[in-house]
């Protein structure tokens, strides 16, 4: 085990590297920009989120497992190198549709390198001390996710869109550079069990690695095409039965696999089943704030860009507060009541929200309902993957890891699409926002149900 100084160098060191993905939150603020600069409806920025949010998604559990096998570490680099070609390849993008396509390879490079870094961190550190540290990387993804509409405000006061790509480029470069700095940690493995080396390219799922992506990209692309106003249900429905029958595939070819990208025998299981479930739903009612206010203030509050930046900061902010403060607690306050906690702060976030859209939005106002949905978001989030990651074997760290990111990208992409849906069906985003709100209230109170019957622990 490396020394207590070296480990927090290297906790330091990866967390720079996984900014990569938090900070997109920058392209929220540049929302009205980029549809503004390719002349595009509303609805067509969710093209913006869907590709990117798919595509790491499913490469992130791939290459969790991956990094299983073949070492956390040297996963987490190759996704800096990725990173830092593709982020610079979507700002160069000349036009929307080729935009898009860069976003997906975007991505999927993002997907890479969060897939392994929960694993790096903890793997550091004595296993006393993974709720501590835990609670440190979500505080610094976060922050992140805090500090990027800020950013992306001040970038798009003085450059256009591409700068909100443009400045990760040198950051994932940097943690690429620093990472020979951080302690090397073995590969954990289970009694009797073969290295990567040993078990040779044939005992990877290269169906299951190949699989993954094309189901969820069917059921997405379902998705977004059932809810488009203008959309032929022929096509959505075909991807649909498509991303359906890909599903029943992939679930017969995992359980059949020797050594499956993602095993399916946790998903059986209630209580691990619940966690996940918990954390799409928070993370889908939750993207309401940074999908809809960056609207909301440009252009019926008449604030700055610079500004909406500013105040859509406070929704990650606060889950920055919230996943501080568990970090404190995470040995006095039992991580089910953490959930329950979490999620109805969020719900009441929403909720409050959506009360004061029925009025003239007051900007600080709203930046307080952001605040309070995102604390409880950040509550949630800490004693989810502590729960998650107790809940697997400690040599699937890395796709318990990606799990954790999975789970919430999948919420993003759900929201991208059926947020901006409903916001057109009832053509007012303080009622998209009580929908929504009084969704997550529903779901926290059957959540709230199961852990009295002792399940979700």
């Known amino acids: 085990m490396p020394s207590a100084e070296r480990a927090r160098l290297g906790l330091a060191i990866v967390c720079l590297g996984m900014l990569v993905g938090p900070l997109d939150t920058t392209v929220n603020t540049a929302f009205p920009v980029i549809t503004r600069a390719f002349s595009l409806p509303l609805r067509d920025i969710q093209w913006v989120v869907i590709p990117f949010v798919v595509a790491q998604s499913a490469f992130a559990l791939v290459f969790g497992h991956l990094g299983d096998r073949l070492g956390h570490r040297r996963i987490f680099a190759f996704g800096l190198i990725a990173s830092a070609l593709t982020h610079a390849a979507v700002a160069l993008a000349p036009d929307y549709p080729i935009m898009v396509a860069m976003r997906a390879a975007q991505g999927a490079a993002v997907g890479i390198t969060l897939s392994c870094a929960p694993a790096l961190v903890t793997l550091m550190f004595v296993p006393e001390a993974k709720g501590r540290v835990l609670a440190a990387y979500a505080a610094a993804s976060s922050l992140g996710m805090a500090v990027g509409p800020w950013l992306g405000g001040l970038l798009l006061d003085v450059f256009d869109w591409p700068s909100v790509y443009w400045f990760r480029v040198p950051l994932a470069l940097a943690a690429l550079a620093l990472l020979p700095l951080a302690p090397h940690t073995p590969l954990p493995r289970a009694p009797g069990a073969q290295s990567a080396s040993a078990q040779g390219d044939s005992g990877f799922d290269w169906a299951g690695a190949a699989g993954l992506p094309a189901v969820m990209a069917c059921l997405a692309l379902a998705l977004a095409e059932l809810t488009r106003p203008d959309a032929g249900a022929a096509t959505g429905l075909a991807l649909l039965a498509a991303g359906a029958a890909g599903t029943v595939w992939f679930v017969r070819h ?80 039992p991580v089910r009541s953490a959930m329950v906690v979490g999620l109805g702060g969020s719900a009441a976030g929403l909720l409050l929200t959506a009360a004061l859209l029925a009025g003239p939005p007051v900007p600080m106002l709203l930046a307080l309902g952001m605040f ?86």
């Open 372 to 457: 309070i949905c995102g604390f409880g978001q950040g509550l949630f989030t800490v004693a989810y993957m502590d729960a998650t990651t107790s809940m697997l074997p400690v040599e699937e760290r890395g796709v318990a890891g990606s799990l954790v990111n999975v789970t919430r990208l999948l919420g993003v992409v759900l929201g991208a699409t059926l947020i901006g849906w409903l916001r057109e069906m009832t053509g007012h985003s303080g009622i998209s926002f009580a929908i929504v709100g009084g969704a997550l209230a529903a779901f926290t109170l059957i959540f709230a149900g199961l852990q009295r019957r002792g399940v979700g622990s």
């Open 254 to 333: 995992e359980n059949r696999a020797a050594h499956p990208v993602l095993r399916i025998a946790p998903f059986r299981s209630l209580p691990f089943s619940a966690l996940q479930a918990g954390s799409v739903a928070v993370s889908l009612a939750g993207f309401a704030n940074l999908l809809l206010l960056p609207y909301v203030f440009t252009q019926e509050a008449g604030v700055s860009i610079a500004t909406a930046g500013l105040l859509l900061s406070t929704y990650p902010g606060g889950s920055v507060v919230g996943s501080l403060v568990l970090g404190r607690l995470a040995h006095r306050w």
